[in-house]
């Protein structure tokens, strides 16, 4: 069956870097696109940033745009999600997502 694992959450300072990866299995991963989703405390999960299948077409929430970097890996069937310049606002819970294929989500604070 599909799987999405991700990995990677921490505490971490504000202005600091994080890198998050999302290990996949069950599906011809290199075929599909994949996408980051956070949800911060009390709020809607949101979007954060998509890969297309060749990794050629990604798009960011403006929110990320600049800050973030997401990319993927078909040899290895892994998402990454290079995480620069974070603030409180970007604490969350992040999520790997393919179609209707979910992760457990990873744990980001980020707090001084």
């Known amino acids: 069956q599909v799987q999405l694992v991700e990995s990677g959450g921490t505490l971490v300072q504000p202005g600091r870097s994080l890198r998050l990866s999302c290990a996949t299995s069950g599906f011809a991963f290199r075929y599909e696109n994949l996408a980051w989703f956070r949800q911060a405390p009390g709020k809607e999960r949101e979007f954060v940033a998509s890969v297309s299948w060749n990794g050629r077409m990604i798009n960011y929430a403006g929110a990320v745009e600049g800050r973030f970097t997401a990319s993927r890996d078909n040899a290895k069937s892994e998402l990454y999600l290079q995480m620069n310049s974070l603030t409180a606002e970007d604490t969350g819970i992040y999520y790997c997502?393919?179609?209707?294929?979910w992760g457990q989500g990873t744990q980001v604070t980020v707090s001084s």
């Open positions: 997502n393919m179609g209707g294929h």
